[in-house]
């Protein structure tokens, strides 16, 4: 069972930037797709974006309608990290962001445990 472990995450003001790190205990070469969720206080943990396996691809990646053109996914394998790019925050992005394995037949369900995700904290 692979493990990941998020960071990066922090406080910003509207309108900034953060990196969000997902580091893997292991080899993710071989996984077709990794997923980063985030989860506001009292609500559910909803589905945020999406990479493949291979990350050059034009339809790697794919975002949910409200961070589209904002955030972007990345992945080195080599590394064994997936990347989330965050721009032009808004106060709504404030969250915990997780990453995990998303299950091919629903993406809001994950494959693995939960790790304890990274804080962010957009001020308006």
């Known amino acids: 069972q692979v493990h990941f472990v998020e960071s990066g995450g922090g406080l910003v003001q509207a309108g900034g930037s953060l990196r969000l790190s997902c580091t893997a205990s292991?080899?993710?070469?071989?996984?077709?797709?990794i997923a980063w969720y985030r989860q506001v206080t009292g609500k559910q943990r909803e589905f945020v974006a999406r990479?493949?396996?291979?990350?050059?691809?034009?339809?790697?990646?794919l975002y949910i309608d409200s961070v589209r053109r904002r955030f972007t996914i990345s992945r080195d394998n080599a590394k064994k990290v997936v990347f989330l790019q965050m721009s032009r925050l808004k106060p709504d992005d404030t969250a915990v962001y997780y990453c995990?394995?998303?299950?091919?037949?629903?993406?809001?369900?994950?494959?693995?445990?939960w790790g304890q995700g990274t804080q962010v904290t957009v001020s308006s």
């Open positions: 995990n394995i998303p299950s091919p037949t629903n993406w809001n369900q994950p494959l693995t445990s």
């Open positions: 292991e080899n993710i070469d071989s996984v077709n797709a």
């Open positions: 990479i493949a396996r291979d990350g050059g691809r034009t339809d790697s990646a």
